[in-house]
């Protein structure tokens, strides 16, 4: 359970590293990570149903460190819940391992688009 929280909570502070070297100016990283993690926040499945979410966003559900917080939550919680029964194929886990590589994944591309974007800046910076 310790790792379902970790990971995600690792995921988006990486996701706030990659905004943090995007931007030039401090005052403008608070406002460029609120537009960043906003579409997580709409599109991880809390606010919007997965089967309401168009078609043209529907990376955005998938690139959602969110949504797999929130699906593993909920299938932690309602499993123990005898009235609804928890389909046996996949099995009622918090989280599969596709799951977890997925949040690795995304963890891996926050941290290189922010390395990149860090490197541009000081390349750019010192000539």
């Not at 379902?4 to 995007?22: A, D, E, H, R």
């Not at 690139?63 to 919680?77: C, D, H, N």
């Amino acid at each position: 359970m310790l790792f379902l929280l970790c990971t995600p909570s690792i995921t988006l502070f990486c996701s706030g590293y990659m905004v943090s070297c995007l931007v030039q100016r401090p005052k403008i990283g608070p406002v460029i990570r609120i537009m960043v993690i906003l579409p997580f926040l709409i599109f991880g499945g809390l606010y919007i149903n997965s089967d309401m979410v168009p078609v043209y966003f529907e990376w955005l559900e998938y690139m959602s460190p969110i949504k797999y917080v929130f699906r593993g939550l909920s299938r932690a919680y309602w499993s123990f819940v005898a009235s609804i029964p928890c389909a046996t194929k996949p099995a009622c886990i918090a989280l599969t391992a596709g799951d977890m590589l997925l949040l690795l994944a995304i963890n891996l591309l926050f941290r290189t688009l922010g390395g990149i974007a860090l490197s541009f800046r000081l390349r750019h910076k010192h000539h």
